[in-house]
């Protein structure tokens, strides 16, 4: 899976050089470019699955620690940053040196095409090395299947429901529910009490990070009943209650 890059850089012909030069490294790929402080900020803000950040220091109304300032929230890490420079950098010091020191990985300078041929490796495995430290590792719980036990990513799960004699547990993009007889629901609300799961109904334990919003339901006989409205990666928006049916809902789309 590429890695996410946003670029920023003001001046049309080498931004347009630097997203080229980029995305010709198969591990890369630009998903936005700004030349401007402002927009770019919002975007970063509201788009948490960024992988790098490839800076130009000087831009229209602003720099790229400008940028950085205003992504400084402390509700996530900044994504490794790469600054894009042809200035000297002795007059950003302060900036580079101490306030943000460990999120500046790399420094291409212009023109970036000629440096990047030379250093585009070295600058992957900085920014895949600053993501293994930054980035939370996946937590695991054993999944008693049949006769074996796999280990399966807290992540990674949708969700649990109970059935007759046991529990369905949904893992993300998998087709098909895996079946875990013997076991209660109250089990795997202990094994993951420290992630964010939470009861959407009786019957259903969702991991909370797949809910767009929880909500009522009208049965055919008129009564409500509690629903979770889910929004998976690449799929549709799909129901989930105690009366929703055995196989992931791919096909109960929002709205029907």
Partial sequence: MSLKVLVAEDKPTPLLDIVQS??????LTVVAQFSDVENCINFINANSDLDALFLDIGLYEGTAFDILHG????RRPIPPVILITGENEEDYRDEIVNRFREEIIFF???????????????CVIKIQ?????IRP????????IGASTEMVAVEEIVWFRKRNSGVEMFIKNQAEPTY????NLSDFEREINQNFFVKASRGDLVNANYVLKFSTQNTEAGKPKPVAILNLPDEPFVFLSDE?????LHAVTYGS
């Fill in 244 to 248: 929703g049916k055995k196989r992931l």
């Fill in 129 to 133: 090395a600053r993501l293994n430290e």
């Fill in 137 to 144: 590792k996946p937590r695991k719980i054993p999944i008693h």
């Fill in 108 to 122: 291409i300078r212009k023109p970036f095409r000629t440096t990047w041929r030379k250093e585009k490796n070295d």
């Fill in 180 to 183: 875990l007889s013997s076991r």
């Fill in 71 to 74: 992504i400084s929230d402390g």
């Fill in 22 to 27: 980029i995305n010709s490294h198969e591990e």
